[in-house]
């Protein structure tokens, strides 16, 4: 099959509008292009050197704001229960959110917070396109999209729908909504197919679309999901659950203009997220050590051999995500530079530019939007250099984005760890962490008895990550999720009555499966499930920021080890079921494998996958185990306190042996409680310090050696490097340098 | 007291609270005050070296802190190095990876990894990755810790622009304040010597 064009490709003219909606004289691409100008003259959103309305009454300007904030926030806890898919009512993996007539956020309900980033690409997309005209917008229209290029939605998965509000004539503003959806058609059955070869097997994509009126959606798009989805019952009802929402929001503003005004409104609106822009600024004056990070994550992406029709795509990868922050405390900004990140290639773990909006902010957010009303404003004292060709910014839109989130979560929280590496080294201990947030997705399809299937996206552990280690504290478990700061795991029996078939038999905190370190970060979960004869089989993938087979990230503020990889360990023709009548289950992967031992568990075949991968099939009897989501150490495990090794023990977060084996600490049970030997403690840990010593030598030694090691590199790694040097100057005159290539002893590395 | 010095003062933490910060010593309710402040903490820097000049192996003055247990240190002008805060031992001029004066210990195999992941099924792939761990030549101390395809330059985390924040942020130069001297890598050059 002949590969896609890898031509950079025009960019869109905008097409001339003469509508009436926008205010004053103004079309709506006039407002747009007045934004810009006056942002970009006065440094100021709009041009707003004077928050006028928040000086003069800053008691009624909070109310105005948390009136906006409002009427998002109750569209989300109480649309989510129009939703079926458990990540909608669960986990409340959406966002509602209240944008100016250009698209930019005021104001967001909790939830998927960063797409807040990515929404003014979509409205921006509408406006150029002169839909202002064609097809116009009118109260009660409903618009949706999801195709990457065009509306900013990182992928498929993640759905957006917008409903104008509109006063007096005017476009005031928009009702925004975003899900990520349970399905989303690909050529392999996912919501983040980690396999897709380009934009066409992507599945179900559509640029910005009204596909409603008058509140009500057509019919014609609950067709093209039934037709083009695998699960389309959840993701009409996901649609159904955002225009809701969407109206309740567009009722609220009504209210909220007739109380405060047209024209208080319309200001407020604009002063709100240039409060934003300058609290941003102030946090990043405020907290921050000036100077350049580059910290970085690899991520391996196996394809060979999948794709013999796509030769093109026909390959592995291991992805180099590599920011470079240039913090500038002075002026409260922050720059980054992503001239080493890998090129854009054939598979899905790349994307667009709404990607990088919604991802980015993200670890904004968490790293020093500390205090601030998320929304535009904070954008703006972020800005990045993204080269054409690589991967989240590619020459043209014939290149897959099904799965840019397991990248980019990495990619970003490599930004992030510079930001928390600069707020340690300026004193705020309270705020540093190390960053390093992982996530595990499981997806697919269930083929039923009568052949019928369905698709899922299944989501324990995408709402459930360990949270970071910092230089006094301990990460904790099943805490917390960057992109969704209110989530859940969801309950057990909610995916179970969804996902028939697919059965739990334990899903536990996991012993030991975290970065050491004198702190280490939370531990992460493991979840085994079963496969009953309800079903014929089930076709499963795992993907994830965490399944890249290395580690999350390759380094830490901290110090410690990184996080290791997510896991899925599968076996077949198992006696499960057998021993599932009798009543027995085992507990976790300790239990698992001691059955194993014991030939209580017998199976007849195993695979593990650190990587992600795209499709097992498995039949009745077989069962998956994983494991993810766990974070990194922060500092020297031989530190390690008793306090914090005792609470280990006790919650059963460590074993008595590792806890020898990582920290030279020497324990025993007495009555129950946890001991310590102090002073077979203090002998061992004098012993592993000798030979830590001892095992290391000098870098230079190591060094040279290494260097003359480059000609016998693993070929995957080879094969990155030449990618990384033909594709990024920097990265090869980096390479160079630092192996002294093409000094007069040294080759160019290329033999 | 004014109002605008009734809030400064409820928006200041102590030299001792943060010290107990540094130590480990608050308790969740007395960090998450700390959160839950509307501003930062003004001087929080100066007292943060107060509490790390007390706290570190060697008398110079710090300069910034580079990571949990290394620092730069201004002996005199002219010299600003790394230093471990353990034990004093000088890595040389900050503007040179600090790595690449320590010792390095490197772990390739399953086995070796599993000694650190406890479930060889989470490991890193041992043909490809190389695990490098950092430690201090004389303490033994582990200051960092690398998982990297094997080949890949050690990492240079983080360099900071120390002028400009003592210049225009403290709004107090140190006495040999040189920008464009001072903030740059200078790791190759020194790579380059040993090559030949």
């Known amino acids: 099959m002949s590969k896609p064009t890898e031509e950079a490709q025009e960019p869109t003219q905008v097409k001339a509008s003469t509508g009436t909606l926008g205010w004053g004289d103004q079309t709506l691409q006039d407002m747009l292009q007045r934004r810009d100008k006056l942002t970009e003259d006065h440094e100021h959103y709009y041009g707003l050197e004077e928050l006028q309305l928040a000086n003069e009454d800053p008691i009624q300007y909070d109310r105005a704001y948390t009136a906006i904030h409002d009427a998002a926030r109750s569209a989300r806890q109480t649309a989510r229960n129009v939703a079926a898919s458990p990540g909608a009512r669960e986990l409340g993996e959406l966002l509602f959110g209240v944008l100016t007539p250009e698209g930019d956020t005021v104001a967001v309900s909790r939830g998927l917070i960063g797409h807040q980033g990515a929404f003014p690409i979509s409205i921006q997309h509408m406006i150029e396109n002169g839909y202002e005209d064609n097809p116009g917008f009118e109260e009660g229209d409903i618009f949706t999209a999801f195709d990457p290029p065009t509306t900013g939605t990182p992928h498929a998965g993640d759905t957006y729908t917008f409903c104008p509000i509109i006063y007096e004539g005017e476009l005031v503003g928009w009702a925004a909504a975003c899900n990520h959806i349970m399905e989303t058609g690909p050529a392999v059955a996912a919501a983040w197919p980690p396999w897709s070869p380009n934009t066409y097997t992507d599945g179900f994509l559509l640029p910005p679309t009204q596909v409603g009126e008058d509140w009500e959606d057509w019919e014609w798009f609950y067709e093209a999901y039934r037709r083009r989805t695998r699960a389309p019952v959840f993701n009409i009802l996901d649609q159904k659950m955002r225009v809701s929402g969407n109206k309740m929001i567009n009722d609220r503003i009504i209210d909220i203009i007739e109380e405060f005004g047209l024209e208080y409104y319309k200001r407020v609106i604009r002063e709100i997220i240039d409060d934003s822009a300058r609290a941003m600024k102030r946090n990043i004056q405020d907290y921050t050590f000036p100077g350049k ?268 080890y990184p996080a290791p990889t997510a896991t899925l360990f599968v076996f077949r023709d198992t006696n499960i079921l057998e021993l599932l009548d009798d009543e027995q289950m085992p507990g976790g992967l300790d239990e698992l494998k001691e059955w194993i031992d014991d030939e209580k568990l017998t199976f007849e075949s195993e695979e593990i996958y650190k990587e992600q991968v795209a499709a097992v099939t498995l039949k009745p009897g077989d069962l998956y185990f994983w494991t993810g989501n766990c974070s990194g150490g922060w500092g020297d495990p031989l530190e390690r306190e008793w306090e914090d090794i005792e609470h280990d023990l006790r919650h059963e977060f460590v074993t008595p042996e590792a806890v020898q084996r990582l920290h030279g600490v020497v324990v025993e049970r007495e009555d129950g409680e946890w001991q310590m030997d102090e002073e077979a403690t203090e002998e061992k840990r004098t012993e592993m310090l000798e030979q830590r010593s001892e095992d290391a030598i000098e870098f230079k030694d190591w060094w040279q050696d290494s260097r003359e090691d480059l000609d016998d590199l693993p070929p995957l790694v080879e094969q990155t490097y030449d990618d990384l040097r033909e594709f990024s100057e920097d990265f090869d005159e980096r390479f160079s340098a630092y192996w002294a290539l093409n000094t007069e002893t040294g080759g160019d590395g290329d033999e | 007291m004014s109002d605008a010095a009734q809030e400064q003062s409820e928006q200041e933490v102590s030299v001792e609270i943060v010290r107990r910060l540094e130590e480990g010593d608050l308790t969740w309710d007395e960090e998450f005050d700390l959160l839950d402040k509307e501003k930062a903490d003004p001087n929080r820097f100066g007292k943060y070296v107060e509490v790390l000049e007390n706290k570190v192996e060697f008398d110079d003055d710090i300069l910034v802190r580079l990571n949990q247990y290394l620092y730069v240190a201004h002996p005199e002008d002219g010299e600003r190095v790394v230093k471990c805060g353990k034990c004093g031992h000088d890595f040389g001029d900050y503007r040179v990876n600090w790595k690449i004066k320590a010792k390095v210990n490197s772990r390739n195999t399953t086995e070796e990894f599993s000694e650190i992941y406890t479930y060889e099924e989470v490991t890193p792939p041992a043909d490809k990755a190389e695990m490098r761990e950092y430690v201090c030549p004389d303490c033994a101390t582990l200051l960092s810790v690398e998982v990297v395809p094997e080949g890949y330059p050690p990492i240079f985390e983080f360099l900071p622009d120390i002028d400009t924040f003592y210049e225009d942020v403290l709004e107090e130069p140190l006495p040999d304040a040189d920008v464009e001297e001072w903030y740059q890598d200078r790791t190759p050059e020194v790579l380059a010597e040993w090559s030949d």
């Open chain 1, 293 to 560: 990070s580059n910290y970085v994550a690899f991520q391996s992406l196996y394809q060979e051999g999948l794709a013999p029709l796509f030769e093109y795509a026909d390959r592995d990868w291991i992805f180099h995500l590599a920011p470079e922050d240039h913090i500038d405390t002075v002026e409260g900004e922050i720059h980054i530079d992503f001239k080493e990140l890998s090129p854009a290639d054939w598979h899905a773990s790349g994307g667009y530019e709404g990607h990088v909006e919604c991802n980015l902010w993200l670890n904004v957010m968490d790293t020093v939007g500390m205090g601030l009303r998320p929304n535009r404003g904070f954008n703006m004292q972020i800005d990045y250099d993204l080269p054409k060709g690589s991967m989240y910014n590619p020459k043209n839109d014939e290149y897959s984005a099904g799965n840019p989130w397991a990248a980019g979560v990495p990619l970003f929280n490599a930004f992030g760890a510079g930001v928390e590496h600069s707020k340690f080294a300026r004193g705020y201990l309270e705020e540093a962490w190390n960053e390093d947030v992982g996530w595990t997705g499981f997806q697919g399809e269930i083929v039923r008895k009568d052949g019928s299937r369905e698709g899922f996206s299944e989501m324990d552990l995408l709402g459930a990550s360990s949270t970071p280690a910092s230089n006094h504290r301990d990460g904790e478990p099943v805490s917390t999720a960057w992109w969704n700061p209110e989530s859940d795991t969801g309950s057990a029996e909610e995916w179970e009555y969804v996902l028939p078939g697919l059965y739990y038999f334990s899903r536990t905190v996991m012993p030991n499966y975290f970065g050491p370190g004198k702190h280490h970060g939370g531990n992460g979960i493991q979840i085994g499930y079963f496969i009953t004869d309800d079903i014929k089989e089930a076709v499963l993938g795992k993907v994830g920021g965490q399944s890249s087979e290395f580690t999350t990230m390759a380094s830490l503020p901290g110090g410690g």
